[in-house]
């Protein structure tokens, strides 16, 4: 069962707006990079709940979605 | 009736989408809450403050013969595992402004009919080869939009395609969830002529009654009827549903930016508890008064016609109105119109539920006014200048940093000093309401 779980992360802000997220805060205070951003669109989370704008990560190897819900980042994280 | 509706084919050379979004409320809260999906969910009003009804309500919990309006102690009783969650109206607004993003990259002819539902008018976006086969173009991009909005927002939509506003609406009820519906010029006899009646936008109740009195009790039973016989039962309103019925809707769709005009404002409130006597009813009358005159003001706009409308204890209601003898935004001779209306009129033989104040026949607050010999304008001017000055106040220091002494009489039922809006959400029964 996945788990909705909110996260700090580190932005850059581009000059013509876009958001690329650089750095996943977690909540027992472990810092992971995202390696790159492979797809950033519009997508709902029917796993834990929510909608926003979804970028698909590449973190330590492995895909993850995070999403940006109106002011939150969430990841759909595994309990 | 015109006989030249006779000799007229419909005319296939629009294609409208109508789209639903399906259960609205409860798919938003199953998204959110994973753990619901499974089960009856119905979004119920709060029961302590006497809006105990369900709002909406998911497919399991329709299965179980669970109704939309109906209270949640009844949907309970047919179906005890219900799930009853309040409702998230932000949730909800942002959702349905989610959808209508979705919807403008198709079109900017999108008229919205209500929270959850919108027409749509591509025919003028359709591409010049798409033009030869519109309608399967407009089936192609209503399946376009259903995927969107599955995969966007994680709730589904039913679309109905057709080449009036009517049949695109009764094509997105005809299939649900996550499904399209073509009705097309060709073929709608043969689809839709076998319905009931009361399928069709605009047959309530009442008028299904009307025409089952008549023999008329599918669609095809109305389409074919003699117009003039259903003209001389139902008047203006027997011509449109058989023009509805027969495929001649041509009522255009709105292009977004055109607003409607605010034709008026009002509220109403269902007390948490009946009101006893005329004291309850002078606190009632004050919120709403309050109310419906800040918003008028915000829009600039004065009324000349006030209207009242009462429901009692066993939910019988009846409306009164009165033309005022000059427009006015003011609260205070709004609450002192309103209060003769209801002594004028209420006899007290119940205990009352719910009481509403709509101000109608609108104008710009710069608008000439006749004025009136035996008048003291200067105690108007004063009296409005206050009003000004105290929502001045509430707009700097908060809705309740000044309060009339009589709401404070019973704070719960007014909402003072609670965190509540002083602008009242609009009423169901406001008209282009503002």
């Given at each position: 069962m996945a788990r909705k779980t909110y996260v700090e992360v580190t932005v850059c802000f581009g000059r013509d707006g876009t958001m690329t997220p650089m750095e996943i805060h977690w909540e027992d205070g472990r810092r992971f990079l995202v390696d790159r951003v492979l797809d950033v669109r519009q997508a709902a989370s029917t796993k834990v709940g929510g909608c926003g704008i979804r970028y698909t990560c590449r973190i330590l190897g492995r895909q993850t979605y995070l999403f940006f819900e109106e002011d939150r980042w969430f990841v759909e994280s595994r309990e | 009736?015109?006989?030249?509706?006779?000799?007229?084919?419909?005319?296939?050379?629009?294609?409208?989408?109508?789209?639903?979004?399906?259960?609205?409320?409860?798919?938003?809260?199953?998204?959110?809450?994973?753990?619901?999906?499974?089960?009856?969910?119905?979004?119920?009003?709060?029961?302590?403050?006497?809006?105990?009804?369900?709002?909406?309500?998911?497919?399991?919990?329709?299965?179980?013969?669970?109704?939309?309006?109906?209270?949640?102690?009844?949907?309970?009783?047919?179906?005890?595992?219900?799930?009853v969650v309040p409702p998230h109206f932000q949730q909800y607004l942002r959702f349905s402004r989610m959808a209508r993003n979705i919807y403008l990259d198709y079109t900017d002819q999108m008229e919205p009919f209500g929270i959850d539902e919108c027409w749509l008018d591509i025919t003028g976006t359709l591409s010049a080869e798409k033009q030869g086969n519109r309608i399967a173009a407009g089936e192609?991009?209503?399946?376009?939009?259903?995927?969107?909005?599955?995969?966007?927002?994680?709730?589904?939509?039913?679309?109905?395609?057709?080449?009036?506003?009517?049949?695109?609406?009764?094509?997105?009820?005809?299939?649900?969830?996550?499904?399209?519906?073509?009705?097309?010029?060709?073929n709608f006899r043969q689809q839709i002529w076998s319905l009931p009646v009361r399928e069709l936008l605009y047959v309530g109740p009442a008028t299904g009654r009307k025409l089952s009195g008549l023999g008329v009790n599918t669609i095809g039973d109305l389409a074919t009827l003699s117009p003039q016989l259903l003209h001389s039962q139902l008047g203006k309103w027997g011509d449109m549903l058989w023009r509805y019925a027969n495929g001649y809707d041509r009522s255009p769709v709105t292009r977004v930016g055109e607003e409607s005009v605010i034709k008026s404002v009002g509220n109403s409130i269902t007390a948490y508890r009946d009101l006893e006597n005329e004291e309850d009813v002078r606190m009632i009358l004050c919120v709403l008064c309050?109310?419906?005159?800040?918003?008028?003001?915000?829009?600039?706009?004065?009324?000349?016609?006030?209207?009242?409308?009462?429901?009692?204890?066993?939910?019988?209601?009846?409306?009164?109105?009165?033309?005022?003898?000059?427009?006015?935004?003011?609260?205070?001779?709004?609450?002192?119109?309103?209060?003769?209306?209801?002594?004028?009129?209420?006899?007290?033989?119940?205990?009352?539920?719910?009481?509403?104040?709509?101000?109608?026949?609108?104008?710009?607050?710069?608008?000439p006014d006749q004025i009136c010999l035996f008048t003291d304008y200067r105690q108007l001017q004063r009296q409005e200048s206050i009003e000004k000055t105290v929502e001045q106040l509430r707009r700097r220091f908060g809705p309740h940093c000044i309060d009339r002494a009589v709401v404070l009489q019973d704070r719960r039922l007014t909402g003072a000093g609670s965190e509540r809006n002083r602008q009242l959400s609009r009423s169901p029964w406001d008209r282009n309401a503002g």
């Amino acid at each position: 069962m996945a788990r909705k779980t909110y996260v700090e992360v580190t932005v850059c802000f581009g000059r013509d707006g876009t958001m690329t997220p650089m750095e996943i805060h977690w909540e027992d205070g472990r810092r992971f990079l995202v390696d790159r951003v492979l797809d950033v669109r519009q997508a709902a989370s029917t796993k834990v709940g929510g909608c926003g704008i979804r970028y698909t990560c590449r973190i330590l190897g492995r895909q993850t979605y995070l999403f940006f819900e109106e002011d939150r980042w969430f990841v759909e994280s595994r309990e | 009736m015109d006989e030249k509706w006779d000799r007229i084919s419909p005319c296939g050379d629009r294609v409208i989408l109508h789209v639903d979004l399906n259960n609205f409320y409860a798919s938003v809260e199953c998204l959110h809450h994973p753990q619901l999906r499974d089960k009856p969910v119905a979004v119920g009003g709060d029961s302590q403050a006497r809006h105990g009804i369900v709002l909406a309500k998911n497919e399991l919990a329709k299965s179980c013969g669970v109704k939309t309006g109906e209270a949640i102690w009844q949907a309970l009783e047919k179906c005890p595992p219900l799930v009853v969650v309040p409702p998230h109206f932000q949730q909800y607004l942002r959702f349905s402004r989610m959808a209508r993003n979705i919807y403008l990259d198709y079109t900017d002819q999108m008229e919205p009919f209500g929270i959850d539902e919108c027409w749509l008018d591509i025919t003028g976006t359709l591409s010049a080869e798409k033009q030869g086969n519109r309608i399967a173009a407009g089936e192609a991009i209503a399946h376009q939009i259903r995927r969107r909005v599955r995969e966007e927002m994680g709730v589904t939509v039913s679309v109905g395609v057709s080449f009036n506003k009517i049949f695109a609406k009764l094509g997105s009820d005809l299939k649900k969830p996550d499904a399209v519906t073509v009705i097309s010029a060709d073929n709608f006899r043969q689809q839709i002529w076998s319905l009931p009646v009361r399928e069709l936008l605009y047959v309530g109740p009442a008028t299904g009654r009307k025409l089952s009195g008549l023999g008329v009790n599918t669609i095809g039973d109305l389409a074919t009827l003699s117009p003039q016989l259903l003209h001389s039962q139902l008047g203006k309103w027997g011509d449109m549903l058989w023009r509805y019925a027969n495929g001649y809707d041509r009522s255009p769709v709105t292009r977004v930016g055109e607003e409607s005009v605010i034709k008026s404002v009002g509220n109403s409130i269902t007390a948490y508890r009946d009101l006893e006597n005329e004291e309850d009813v002078r606190m009632i009358l004050c919120v709403l008064c309050e109310s419906v005159a800040s918003r008028m003001r915000s829009h600039g706009l004065m009324g000349g016609t006030l209207s009242l409308s009462v429901r009692d204890n066993r939910l019988y209601s009846f409306e009164r109105q009165m033309v005022l003898q000059r427009n006015t935004w003011s609260a205070e001779e709004m609450m002192r119109y309103s209060f003769q209306l209801f002594c004028r009129h209420w006899k007290w033989e119940r205990p009352i539920r719910s009481l509403g104040v709509r101000m109608s026949e609108l104008c710009g607050s710069d608008a000439p006014d006749q004025i009136c010999l035996f008048t003291d304008y200067r105690q108007l001017q004063r009296q409005e200048s206050i009003e000004k000055t105290v929502e001045q106040l509430r707009r700097r220091f908060g809705p309740h940093c000044i309060d009339r002494a009589v709401v404070l009489q019973d704070r719960r039922l007014t909402g003072a000093g609670s965190e509540r809006n002083r602008q009242l959400s609009r009423s169901p029964w406001d008209r282009n309401a503002g």
